[in-house]
């Protein structure tokens, strides 16, 4: 590879480096495969750094005086400008040279000062060597990150960062506009598309990025000004350019306002559940507050995936405190806070001067993003899905190396997403995949199939999405799984499960599944052809052409084995009850044609690739055939049984 250029998100709570080559952007982990690197540095007695990331976020609590966390908060600012955050940091913020804000540290030769560039540099040096463990080179430029509200000075604070960290800022791009990116805004209208009557109209996205400890929102547009007249669309591609694309239109936020809040209602909400069961002269140690907020933050994490978690607090002389919180009372707890993010949303569409359906995209960033009442809450304001596929903490950083990949040339062998290179479906009973989208269809598109259980009383239904040309799901890429819960329980066959797959005009895919009599819903976003180069889309393709043969086999005795178990259970059944209405030779008969099937089975479960499935299906339709009897006594029976209650009011018919 030639000479790398990383992009780093550097956050205020977390800061990410991700990479960008042939094969799409990734994430780089460290040793501990960890992705998030706390953007915490904690000095020691002699003011020497002793550990970065995660270790001193731990250490926080034992050194609160000489572990920095919140750097980015000081960073570019004068010292008077952070008046009102003394107090909120438990380190001694001071003025430095000039009236700079700083950070002053204790040590045994007495205090000293520190920058939070310095401190931002400890985290970029980590964020350097982390990539070039990847890279296995060295690594000297990259793209940094910023919120889109930073001034000059913050901006240039930043690069001096990443100067003593070694690094080369090639460029600093706005937060927002590099969530953008992630999500290809910006490059789905690449080759080809330019002409489209739309492309000419400017696209309208707001960033809603909801942290830990502060809340930003970005309106951008997106013009294309700046590559008309360039002859052709590709120039959007080329880096000098790309960055004009997005236009900052306001921005608005709040910066003491993130998922710490949220963390703090849960806590304030045992606590007093504690001091009205124990008195209100509870007074909690310091290392008791910080581990009730771990909890705290576990348990408002559990609730985004589960309906409800269970909270056990015990402190001491046997006094404990049990309850299980749900869903539904968390979300009333955050109501203010989520009220809050879109009181900021409304500022900030009032001061770009465009109403909420001005909006085309909505982009959500940010670990509280995961949080389905915010989603709900975002949705209701905008009025349309906001893009969700991405992970919420990597978007910005994956975003950063999309830009350094378009600054360093290298995105011109990537995918466009005109059409979808490859087909999307869903997997069936038995591991076969049901197309849905086929390959080559323009986006956006749109497709819909119904699907019903497989086994009576079924209440859950996995969706499992998959990306490819073969027929078999171990053949093809899985995107992504969900499941549809509480399905009423019904027969099998009996529920209308709906899938619908939607490839919207970015090639985001948003797979959604609905049972009809209930009305239950379920859905997922993702990026289907990320990492996909044409290359490899190509190998997709000639693989399945060379398997087409076997695996169409496959899927055939798949369905047939499907069907045929069916078939034995219900003859099976039917047998018990009619068994003795039919003659011994009859019977035997049947026997022997099931017992035969059942082999065309086990054979099948064996390997199915060298089951004659000519055979096997004629043996199903044999034995459907030779059964007919079975159902023919079945139905008299069932006939008797209801002559039998109409008795005795009514005269009997004559058999
Ligand atoms: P920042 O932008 O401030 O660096 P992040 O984007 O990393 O912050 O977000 C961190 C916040 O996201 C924390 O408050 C964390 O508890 C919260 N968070 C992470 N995952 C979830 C989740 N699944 N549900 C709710 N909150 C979450
Ligand atoms: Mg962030």
Known sequence: MPEPIVGID?????????????????????????????????????????????????SAVEFPLATVYSAKRLMGRSAAELESLRGRLPYRVVAGPRGVAAIEIPTVVGPRVITPQEVAAHVLERLRRVAERHLGQSVQRAVITVPAYFDDAQRQATRDAARIAGLEAVRIINEPTAASLAYGLGHARRAGRADLADASKPERIAVFDFGGGTFDVSILELSRESTAGQGSADASLSGERSGELFQVLSTAGDTALGGDDLDRAIIDLLVG????????????????????????????????????????????????HERV?????????????????????????????????????????????????????????????????????????????????????????????????????????????????????????????????????????????????????????SLGQFDLQGIPPMPAGIPQI???????????????????????????????????????????ERESFAHARTDMHVHRVIDLRVNSNLDLMWIAAALERVRGELEPTLLADIESRMGALRGFIAAADRDAVSVDADAFYAAKESLDRASVPIHEASIRQSLQVSTDMRSPHQPQSEA
């Open 10 to 58: 550097l956050g205020t709570t977390n800061s990410l480096v991700a990479i960008c080559d042939a094969a799409g952007p990734r994430i780089l982990t460290d040793e501990d495969g960890e992705a998030l690197l706390p953007s915490v540095v904690r000095f020691d007695e002699r003011g020497a750094v002793t550990v970065v990331g995660r270790a001193a976020r731990e």
């Open 273 to 320: 559940e504690l001091q009205a069961r124990f008195g209100t002269s509870i007074e909690l140690p310091p290392a008791a507050r910080q581990a009730l907020r771990r909890f705290a933050e576990g348990a408002k994490v559990a609730l985004s995936s589960q309906e409800s978690t269970r909270l056990a607090i015990s402190i001491g002389e046997g006094r404990s």
């Open 325 to 477: 919180l749900t869903r539904d009372e968390f979300e009333r707890l955050a109501a203010p806070y989520i009220e809050r993010t879109l009181r900021c949303c409304r500022r900030a569409l009032t001061d770009a001067g465009l109403s909420p359906e001005a909006i085309d995209r909505v982009v959500m960033v940010g670990g509280s993003t995961r949080i389905p009442a915010v989603r709900t809450a975002v949705e209701g304001l905008f009025g349309t899905r906001p893009y969700t596929a991405l992970d919420p903490d990597q978007v910005v950083a994956l975003g950063a190396a999309v830009q350094a990949a378009i600054i360093a040339g290298q995105r011109r062998d990537l995918l466009l997403l005109d059409v979808v290179p490859l087909s999307i479906g869903i997997e069936t009973v038995g591991g076969a995949v049901a197309k849905l989208v086929m390959k080559n269809s323009t986006i956006p598109t749109r497709a819909t199939e119904m699907f019903s259980t497989s086994v009576d009383g079924q209440v859950n239904v996995r969706i499992h999405v998959l990306q490819g040309e073969r027929e078999l799901v171990q053949h093809c890429r």
């Open 498 to 540: 709906e899938v619908e797959l939607l490839v919207d005009q970015n090639g985001v895919l948003e797979v959604s599944a609905v049972e009809r009599r209930s009305g239950k819903r379920a859905s997922i976003q993702v990026v289907p052809s990320y990492g996909l180069t044409a290359e490899e889309v190509e190998r997709i």
